[in-house]
């Protein structure tokens, strides 16, 4: 059966809900679920703002046959061509043979890239700030190129002036029947997925969304409607700074995250006296990951969230740790930037920990090592306290200096 909500007089959310998949992009755990919106609007003409994934293909075309009504199918605007918003083109084209798609040349040809079928018929391509009149409503089209992939548009309705914003403005999580993110607890249910969802998914291309945010700042938008996540119609301009923040790479609290990559617990071991230590100097909410325990999408998400991070870690194969060599490389191809570091390795014989791990912070833009950074060898013995204290004080004045 059908499962809509009207977002205005007339217009319509017709996406869905996927509490089943395990991870996002076959890459991120989900345990929320994910949402894949679309809206369609009724005006002389009707007119899709992009499709759905497979997994709720039949829902979809349920919706947009009980909100057309018997009506034809005139538009679909694809705002991104990432299959999980462009899974059914092919089935629209063969129900409504007329439907125009409107996309930029890119759109085309990635269309043509995944999918093989005949669209020639179908096509109405638009340039940067083009503008469709489909009635009372007028959608004028801004290509966003890599607000996650190159392709990207943003489609801005002047009439009732909502922004159907692609993968922008987007969060983790399912959405239980309250679609707008002012009937949510959203600092307590979204705002951490919506945060994992930007870092580890568009984290990037900070400075393509600071130059979106620009050109969007000239527009009175009283609603956004993201492809993932709640729909924003009270407050925007709370979650419009969550993003000039995280695109600026900038902290949003003063805090510590401590991650560590530890096999027999000797490097654990030291990571939690640090740890207990900056406690009792009065340091608050520090978070702490093993490595090899949790995902790295929610380590990549605290460490955007804070201003100081302490990795610790094993030298392994004359090298870095799997694990550890692999999160600081995604931090790198992520473009993350001004944070704080503290070092600490760990190796039984050749340690090479703390020196490779050094090479990737400091190829990182505007990162500083803070504290002494230091490596022990296999485990931390009594005697060698005022190392760790040393090490502790040098990060402790900077944290409470920023
Ligand atoms: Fe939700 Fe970039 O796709």
């Known amino acids: 059966m ?12 017709v996406g869905g809900n996927d509490r089943r998949l395990e991870r996002f992009e076959n890459m991120f ?12 609007i009724l005006d002389d003409k009707t007119c899709l703002m992009d499709t759905v994934d497979t997994a709720i293909s039949r829902l979809f075309i349920d919706n947009i046959v009980h909100v057309l009504n018997g009506r034809d199918l005139d538009y679909l605007v694809i705002n991104h061509m990432e299959p999980d918003h462009c899974a059914n083109i092919e089935e629209l084209v063969k129900r409504y043979p007329d439907i125009k798609i409107v996309g930029n040349k890119k759109t085309f040809q990635f269309i043509g890239q995944f999918y093989d079928f005949d669209y020639s018929m179908n096509i109405h391509e638009v340039k940067d700030c083009e503008t469709l009149c489909i009635g009372k409503h007028n959608l004028k089209f801004m290509t966003m190129p890599m607000i996650h992939w ?24 399912a959405m239980s029947g309250n679609i ?25 291309y900070g400075s393509q969304v600071q130059g979106a945010l620009k050109k969007l700042s000239c527009y009175d938008i009283r609603m956004i409607c993201s492809l993932h996540g709640p729909i924003w119609r009270e407050n925007l301009e709370y979650f419009i700074e969550k993003y000039n923040v995280w695109s600026k790479y900038e902290p949003e609290k003063n805090g510590v995250v401590l991650v560590y990559a530890s096999m027999y617990g000797n490097t ?25 325990k949790t995902h790295p999408s929610y380590i990549v998400s605290d460490i955007w969230k804070y201003s100081h991070v302490i990795f610790g870690s094993v030298t392994y194969n004359m090298g870095l740790y799997y694990g550890m060599e692999s ?76």
Not at 29 to 40: A, M, Q
Not at 150 to 173: C, N, Q, R, W
Not at 193 to 198: G, S, T
């Open 2 to 13: 059908h499962c809509v909500q009207k977002i205005t007089e007339n217009i319509y959310w």
């Open 327 to 402: 999160l600081l490389n995604e931090l790198k191809a992520l473009n993350l930037q001004n944070r704080k570091v503290g070092l600490v390795g760990n190796g039984t014989w050749s340690p090479q920990a703390l020196k490779v791990m050094n090479e990737i912070i400091c190829s990182m833009k505007n990162m500083e090592i803070v504290g002494t950074p230091f490596e022990i060898t296999s485990s931390m013995k009594n005697n060698e306290e005022e190392i760790v204290d040393k090490f502790v004080e040098g990060f402790f004045i900077n944290l409470i200096g920023c």
């Open 180 to 204: 707008f993110a002012d009937e949510t607890d959203f600092e307590h249910h979204y705002l951490e997925e919506a945060r994992r969802y930007y870092s580890n998914i568009v984290g990037k």
């Open 268 to 292: 654990e071991n030291i990571m939690n006296v640090i740890a207990n230590k900056l406690a009792q100097k009065g340091v608050k909410d520090m978070r702490m990951y093993d490595i090899s």
């Open 150 to 173: 190159p392709e990207v548009m943003f489609t801005y309705e002047e009439t009732e002036k909502i922004l159907f914003s692609a993968d922008a403005f987007g969060a983790f999580g």
């Open 29 to 40: 755990p989900i345990p929320n679920g994910v949402c894949y919106n679309s809206y369609l």
